[in-house]
Structure formats: structure tokens, C-alpha cells
């Protein structure tokens, strides 16, 4: 019996001994220790999203460089300004060669750049008429850089042009014109010239 109370009595203190040392050793967690388990405890796994930043502004190919681009808007402006700028005494041939060298010479552009011709030419030297034209260039509405023809970079753009004539009394007509200007032996020319609408025909306005 006084054995048997003894292993009883030991196994006791043992169990309270290891009691005591899990107590203490919970005890000496700190806070932050704490704090990182509960964390790392209750949060799911993060999963980082690549990040895909915008290209550098250089690094995207230009078209057409931007001086480039003036230069042929300027061509595109004296040109339509051309056509629709004479007088009753304008030198047909003069006038002729002089915006045509504007062009890069193909029949479909050299057949449109002529002064009135037949009835409405007759009556421009009846009324000794003058004829002044504005041009606006709206929007760029294909830019290339591909050859095209054995041509080379061009610019196709919506322009809107208004031509006031001065005959009898002033009238004035709004066109809306696609032109085109291409890069030909370093040089821009007008290409192309395609109607896309008229507004105001035939406004009168006072002399």
C-alpha cells in the first residue's frame, strides 16, 4: 500500500510539473509573436497580381513625325486654296502650271486642278468676277508610312474649303473635301482629292 500511494504521489508531480512548464512557456510568447501567429492564422494565402506598366511614350514607333506632318498640311492648305483663288484676268496656262506643281502629277489629281471652264468660265470674264477660297484641315483621317505604288509615306485628311465669288453680287459655298498628300522624291504632294459633301451653295452675301 505505502508503495503503491508513493508511484501515485510521483506520477502526480510529474503531471503538474509539465503543467507548469507548458504555462510558463505559453507566458513568454510575446505580444508580437502573438499578434503574427493570429495573423498568419486567420489570413488566406496572397496572391500577387503582375503588374503591366504603360510602354515609355519613346518607345512607340511615330507614323509620321510631327514636322513632316506639318509640312504636308501645308501643302494640303495651298492647294486648296489654289483652286478656288482667281480673277477674270488670271493667265489660264500660269495658273495651271503653278498648282499643278502642287500634285504629283498622276492624271487622276492634274484632271481636277483646272480653272472653270466652258459657261461658268464665259460668265467669270462677263462679270469680270473674282474668286477668293479659305481652307481648314479638320482631322487626319489615315496616316501611312507603307509605300503605296512606289510612293511614300502619306496623309489623308477631311478639310473643309469656302470659296467666295464675286461676280454680279458675292456669293459664297462650303465644300468638304478628303485630300491626300504623299511623300514623293522628298517632296509632299497632293494625290488625291475626293469630294465628301457641300453645304451653303450658293449663299449670297452682301458686296
Same mark, same amino acid.
Given at each position: 500500500? /505505502? ?5 501515485? !504521489?510521483? &506520477? ?14 505559453? @507566458?513568454?510568447?510575446?505580444?508580437? /509573436? ?7 492564422? @486567420?489570413?488566406?494565402d496572397? #496572391? !500577387? /497580381?503582375?503588374?503591366?506598366?504603360s ?9 509620321? /513625325?510631327?514636322?513632316?506632318? &506639318? ?6 492648305r495651298k492647294?486648296?486654296?489654289a ?13 495651271t ?7 504629283d502629277?498622276?492624271? &487622276? ?8 471652264t466652258?459657261r461658268a468660265?464665259?460668265q =467669270?470674264?462677263?462679270?469680270? =468676277?473674282?474668286?477668293?477660297?479659305t481652307?481648314?484641315l479638320?482631322?487626319d483621317?489615315?496616316l501611312s508610312?507603307a ?8 496623309v489623308?485628311?477631311?478639310?473643309s474649303t ?7 453680287k ?9 485630300i491626300t ?8 504632294? !497632293? ?6 459633301g #457641300?453645304g ?5 452675301? @452682301?458686296?
Open positions: 500500500m /505505502e508503495r503503491r500511494r508513493a508511484i501515485m !504521489i510521483a &506520477a502526480t508531480l510529474v503531471g503538474l510539473a509539465v503543467l507548469i512548464g507548458l504555462a510558463m512557456s505559453l @507566458s513568454r510568447s510575446s505580444p508580437d /509573436e502573438k499578434k503574427d501567429q493570429a495573423a498568419t492564422a @486567420s489570413t488566406p496572397t #496572391v !500577387i /497580381e503582375p503588374t503591366t506598366s510602354l515609355p511614350l519613346d518607345s512607340v514607333p511615330t507614323v509620321i /513625325e510631327p514636322e513632316e506632318l &506639318a509640312d504636308a498640311h501645308a501643302v494640303m492647294y486648296l486654296t483652286l478656288g483663288t482667281y480673277t477674270y484676268r488670271t493667265d489660264g496656262d500660269q495658273w502650271a503653278r498648282t499643278r506643281a502642287l500634285t502629277g498622276s492624271p &487622276a489629281i492634274t484632271d481636277q486642278t483646272t480653272l472653270p466652258g468660265w464665259a =467669270c470674264l462677263q462679270t469680270k =468676277c473674282s474668286s477668293t477660297a481652307a481648314d479638320t482631322r483621317t489615315v508610312n509605300p503605296v505604288d512606289g510612293a511614300g509615306r502619306s489623308t485628311t477631311l478639310a469656302t470659296v467666295r465669288l464675286h461676280q454680279d458675292q456669293t459664297s459655298q462650303s465644300t468638304d473635301f478628303q498628300a504623299t511623300f514623293t522624291s522628298g517632296e509632299w504632294k !497632293i494625290s488625291g482629292l475626293q469630294l465628301a #457641300v451653303d451653295a450658293g449663299t449670297s452675301e @452682301s458686296s
